[in-house]
C-alpha cells in the first residue's frame, strides 16, 4: 500500500471511525502512519506508529522516523529535549484554519485525507511512510 492508496482509503471517513484495526494493521505492514486530530487536543498517530501527541489550540510536534518525540523534561527549553529535536522532523498541527478543525502541515512526503463530522469537514489528516521522517 502506497500512502496515496492509504490517504484515499481514509477519505471522508467520519470522526472516531476514521481507520479500522485491519486497516492499521495494513498501514503498519508497510510502513505507513495516518496523522489525524481527537477532540480539541490530541494528534493521533495510527499504522506504524500508535501514538497520541498533545495540541491543544495548535502545536508544533517533533518527529523521527521511530515515532514522535517525547519531552520528558518539564520544560519546553530542557537542553536534553533541544539536542534530541535539532534532528526531528517537525509537523505543524493547526487549530481553527481553512476550514478545519485540525489541519497538519509538513515538509515530510505525505498526502492528504479529510475526516467528516455531521456533514461538515473536521481535519485534514495525512498520510506518510515512516521511514521519510528520518
Known sequence: MTPTEAAALLNG???????????????????????FGAS??????RGAWREEASCYGSATLYV??????????????????????ANARTIYANWDEGGF???YVTEIPH?????????DTYCRGIVFLAEDAA
Open 64 to 85: 523521527n522516523e521511530s515515532g514522535p518525540l517525547i519531552n520528558d523534561c518539564d520544560d519546553d527549553y530542557c537542553p536534553y529535549f533541544k539536542a534530541v529535536r
Open 40 to 45: 480539541d487536543d490530541l494528534a493521533e498517530f
Open 101 to 103: 478543525s485540525w489541519l
Open 13 to 35: 471517513r467520519e470522526y472516531t471511525k476514521e481507520i479500522t484495526r485491519d486497516e492499521e494493521a495494513a498501514f503498519k505492514a508497510a510502513g505507513l502512519v495516518a496523522l
Open 111 to 119: 498526502e492528504t485525507f479529510v475526516i467528516m463530522e455531521d456533514g
